[in-house]
């Protein structure tokens, strides 16, 4: 309480001491949230990078699909060869032209083989649409995670600061963070891409705003990267 009469409260931060005594002083929240709003700012993507991207990535992801499609063709045909092969050895045994210790060790082929391309026709199925909704999640973490964390309530928070990283380590009341290793390439691209974007600034003109669209287009390994 002030002299004058007004109440300020302060939150600090401070060591459980679980793992035994902690000489760590307390820090205070205030500078925690700015340590880590500034870790926020340093995987940020502009909102119109990250708006191209999305449209990129749908537009590449239909173009792959050809290919994938091309690839799950092939390892059909190839399974149901595998399965008549299973169905004709069946017969020969029924027949008897093979013995049972031939049919055993042809049958423990076959079964192994037809297993193996049923997990090639699942992983080719799933491995793209998986990579393209990993990458839109991360895209918009990068974008929205700052403005997410300054409004956010403080459960919402913990939730981005777990994101962001791991082995968080607070010492001499500076925060060191992990970054998981899907943000150090969005670390090493952000201020590239902002300060690639203030050539074509402002960007509420919308020649500008398209001719940067277009450079995005020529550059699209920021996103392969």
């Not at 500034?38 to 992801?61: C, T």
């Not at 008897?96 to 210790?101: A, N, P, Q």
């Not at 423990?108 to 990458?135: M, Y």
């Amino acid at each position: 309480r002030n002299k004058n009469g007004n109440v300020h409260f302060y939150t600090y931060y401070h060591c459980t001491k679980r793992k035994g005594p902690c000489s760590q002083k307390c820090a205070e929240v205030k500078n925690l949230e700015k340590q880590i709003t500034g870790l926020l700012e340093g995987v940020k993507i502009p909102r119109e990078f990250y708006e191209w991207s999305v449209v990129w990535l749908k537009v590449e992801n239909a173009r792959e699909s050809v290919d994938r499609n091309t690839i799950l063709g092939s390892q059909q045909k190839a399974y149901e060869a595998t399965v008549k092969k299973i169905d004709r050895l069946v017969d020969l045994r029924i027949s008897g032209t093979i013995s049972e210790d031939e049919f055993g060790k042809k049958k423990d082929e076959l079964t192994k083989e037809k297993a193996n391309l049923q997990e090639l026709l699942k992983t080719t199925d799933q491995r793209i649409d998986k990579w393209l909704t990993t990458i839109d999640q991360l895209l918009t973490f990068a974008a929205s995670a700052e403005e997410n964390y300054a409004t956010g309530t403080l459960s919402g928070k913990r939730v981005i600061l777990s994101a962001l990283g791991s082995n968080l380590l607070l010492k001499d009341k500076k925060l060191n963070v992990d970054l998981t290793k899907s943000l150090l390439p969005l670390q090493k691209v952000a201020t590239s891409i902002q300060a690639h974007m203030k050539q074509f600034e402002p960007l509420t003109n919308p020649m500008n705003k398209k001719a940067l669209e277009d450079s995005f287009a020529k550059s699209p390994n920021w996103l392969r990267d």
